[in-house]
C-alpha cells in the first residue's frame, strides 16, 4: 500500500483554518494522525455537498446538537448500536447467542412507514437547503446509508462521501457483519469517497481486502512546518489484579474530597493551581458499570452513563441501578458535567467532551475480548475526547490493564484459521455443485444466524441485485484476526503492552522506563 503526505501548513490547528484543502474526487483514505483536528467539522462546515456516515448514532446525536438546523441527522429507529458495547451476557460467541434484531421482532409495514418517512425528510431537507442556497449535510450512521443513496437516486454523484470513523467496518464485522458487509456493497460504485479515520486499520488487514488494497493513502502531516503543534501523550500505565479496583480507589478519593491538583504557569507569568473534580472512565461493559456504581453507592446526580442507546441497555440499568437511573448525553460545550462519567466503546469514537478540569481513566482486561482495549485504535482514539484547552488534563491518562493469561500461540491460531477457511470452502464448493442452489442457500443463512461465523466464514450475499448466494467473509476473518493480535501479542506481558504504546507514540519510552524503575 502506497502512502502520500500531505503537509499541514504551518498556523493551521483544526481543518476548517485550511481554506486550500481539497479532498481528492475518487475514493481515498485520508489518516488525520490525531483526532480533534476538526475534520468532522471542516465536512459539516464547507461548501460542499456532504453526507457523512458515522458508525455510531451517539456521535451523530452530538453532532446534530452542534449544528440545529443545518445537518439532517438520518435517525432511523431500526439502527442497531447495541454490539458496540459487548457485553459477553449479550454476545457469547462460544455458545452461538446473537443479539436479536430489532428488524426481526419489528412487523414489514412498519419497517417500510419508517423508512418512506425517512425518504420524505431526506427530500424536503434538500430541496430546501439548495432554495436556500446553502450545502446539503447528511449524517447517517452505516445502517442507514442505503436509505440515503436511494432517496437520492443520481443526485448522490453530487455528494462528498466522508466513512468517519472507518477502520470500525473491521472492528464491529465480529459482531454485525451484514451490516458492514451491505454498506461496503453500496459504497463501492460511488466515486467521491473518502475514508477517514485518526486510528485507520493497520496496514496489514487492509491488504486483504480487494475494497482497500488499491486505494490512494494519505497522511496529514502536522510536525514538519510546526512540532509544536503536535502535543504527545501523557500516559500513565498501571497493571491492576481487578478491573474494578481502580475505579474504587479513585472514586473514593473523589468522594472523600481528595482531589488531584496541577499547578501552571498562566499568560501573564503566574502560577496558578486548578483542581480535577470530575473524573471520565472508560470501561467497555455495562455490566461493569453498574457493578461499579452499586459497589461505591453512588447517585444519579453524581453520574453520566454513557453507553449504547437501546432498550436492553436502559432496562439492564434500571434493573441493577433502580428506576431513576437512565443512559445520559454527552454535555455540549459550556453545559455542566458531572463528577463522574462512565463510558464503552459507544463514545470511543467522535463524542466531544468540553470539561475544564475532567481526568481520563481507561480500563482494559485482555483476558475477556469484550473488555480489552485496542491499544493501536482504542486509546488513541480515547485520548483525544477531552477538547477544551483549559483542561490541565487534556492530553493526560490513566491506563490500567490486566495482561492475558490465556496464551495460545500463533501456530495454534492459524491452525484454527486453516479449519474454518477449509470448511467456508468446502461448503462454497458444495454450492456450486448442486442443483439446489437456493434451497441450500437459505440452510448456510439459517446456520449462520445461528453460529455467528462459530465453525466457518460462509456468509449470504444479499445486496448484489441479484438472488442471493453464499461468499466468505474475509471482514469475520479479519476481525479475528485482529482480536488474536490484541489479547495474545499487544497484552501478552508488561513488556509487550509497553512496546505496543511506544510503537503507536502513546509514551514516552525514556520516561516510562523511569517510571518502571521507580515502581521496582
Known amino acids: 500500500m502506497e502512502k502520500s503526505k500531505i503537509t499541514v501548513p504551518s498556523g493551521i490547528r483544526f481543518m476548517s483554518e485550511w481554506k486550500d484543502f481539497i479532498i481528492p474526487d475518487y475514493p481515498c483514505i485520508i489518516d488525520k494522525k490525531i483526532p480533534g483536528c476538526g475534520f468532522t467539522e471542516y465536512c459539516l462546515t464547507n461548501s460542499e455537498n456532504v453526507i457523512l ?9 452530538n453532532k446534530e446538537k452542534q449544528h440545529l438546523g443545518e445537518v439532517l441527522y438520518v435517525n432511523n429507529s431500526l439502527d442497531q448500536d447495541e454490539t458496540t458495547d459487548k457485553d459477553l451476557e449479550k454476545f457469547n460467541r ?33 430541496l430546501n437547503r439548495r432554495l436556500s442556497g446553502f450545502p446539503v449535510k447528511i449524517i447517517v450512521t452505516y445502517d442507514s446509508f442505503r436509505i440515503v443513496k436511494e432517496t437520492l437516486g443520481d443526485r448522490i454523484k453530487d455528494f462528498r ?64 512546518e510546526d512540532p509544536c503543534r503536535v502535543l504527545k501523550p501523557d500516559l500513565k500505565v498501571r497493571t491492576c489484579k481487578s478491573v474494578n479496583e481502580p475505579a474504587y480507589k479513585i472514586i473514593k478519593e473523589y468522594l472523600d474530597g481528595n482531589f488531584e491538583s496541577m499547578s501552571f504557569r498562566d499568560d501573564q507569568g503566574n502560577v496558578q493551581t486548578i483542581e480535577s473534580k470530575e473524573v471520565c472512565f472508560f470501561v467497555n461493559s455495562v455490566n461493569n458499570i453498574t457493578g461499579i456504581i452499586n459497589h461505591m453507592k453512588l447517585t444519579p446526580d453524581q453520574c453520566n452513563i454513557l453507553v ?4 436492553d441497555n436502559k432496562n439492564r440499568i434500571k434493573k441493577r441501578l433502580g428506576r431513576k437511573w437512565d443512559i ?35 480500563i482494559s482486561d485482555a483476558n475477556v475480548e469484550t473488555l480489552s482495549v485496542d491499544i493501536s485504535l482504542d486509546l488513541p ?15 493526560r491518562a490513566e491506563f490500567y490493564y490486566k495482561t492475558s493469561k490465556r496464551l495460545l500461540t500463533k501456530e ?78 499487544d497484552y501478552k506481558d508488561r513488556f509487550s503492552v509497553f512496546n505496543t504504546l511506544v510503537k503507536n507514540g502513546l509514551i514516552n519510552k525514556g520516561s516510562e522506563i523511569s517510571r518502571f524503575i521507580e515502581d521496582f
Not at 334 to 353: I, N, S
Request: with cysteine.
Open 53 to 61: 456516515c458515522s458508525p455510531r448514532k451517539l456521535l451523530l446525536r
Open 94 to 126: 462460544s455458545s452461538g447467542i446473537v443479539p436479536t434484531k430489532l428488524t426481526d421482532i419489528t412487523p414489514e409495514a412498519t419497517q417500510i412507514e419508517i423508512i418512506e418517512n425517512l425518504k420524505n425528510l431526506i427530500n424536503t431537507y434538500s
Open 161 to 224: 462521501i466522508v466513512i468517519d470513523e472507518f477502520q470500525s467496518i473491521f472492528t464491529d464485522s465480529r459482531f454485525k457483519s451484514d451490516t458492514e458487509l451491505s454498506f461496503m456493497y453500496h459504497i463501492q460504485d460511488l466515486q467521491k469517497v473518502c475514508y477517514v479515520s485518526a486510528t485507520p486499520m493497520i496496514d496489514e488487514y487492509l491488504e486483504q481486502l480487494d475494497e482497500f488494497r488499491n486505494l490512494p493513502y494519505f497522511e496529514l502531516d502536522w510536525e514538519s
Open 308 to 311: 449504547a442507546d437501546t432498550p
Open 328 to 362: 445520559g448525553k454527552v454535555p455540549l460545550n459550556g453545559q455542566p458535567h458531572k463528577m463522574f462519567t462512565f463510558c464503552t466503546r459507544t463514545v470511543y469514537l467522535g463524542a466531544d467532551f468540553y470539561s475544564t478540569n475532567a481526568r481520563t481513566i481507561v
Open 381 to 395: 482514539q480515547i485520548l483525544g475526547r477531552q477538547r477544551n484547552n483549559e483542561n490541565p488534563w487534556k492530553n
Open 412 to 489: 495454534e491460531f492459524d491452525k484454527y484459521i486453516e479449519l474454518k477457511i477449509r470448511k467456508t470452502n468446502e461448503l462454497l464448493s458444495t454450492y456450486d455443485t448442486t442443483e439446489f442452489k437456493h434451497t441450500l442457500t437459505e440452510k448456510y443463512k439459517k446456520d449462520t444466524n445461528a453460529s455467528n461465523y462459530k465453525d466457518d466464514y460462509v456468509s449470504i450475499n444479499e445486496h448484489s441485485g441479484r438472488d442471493m448466494f453464499p461468499e466468505l467473509n474475509r471482514l469475520v476473518l479479519i476481525s479475528e484476526q485482529r482480536a488474536f493480535d490484541i489479547q495474545q501479542i
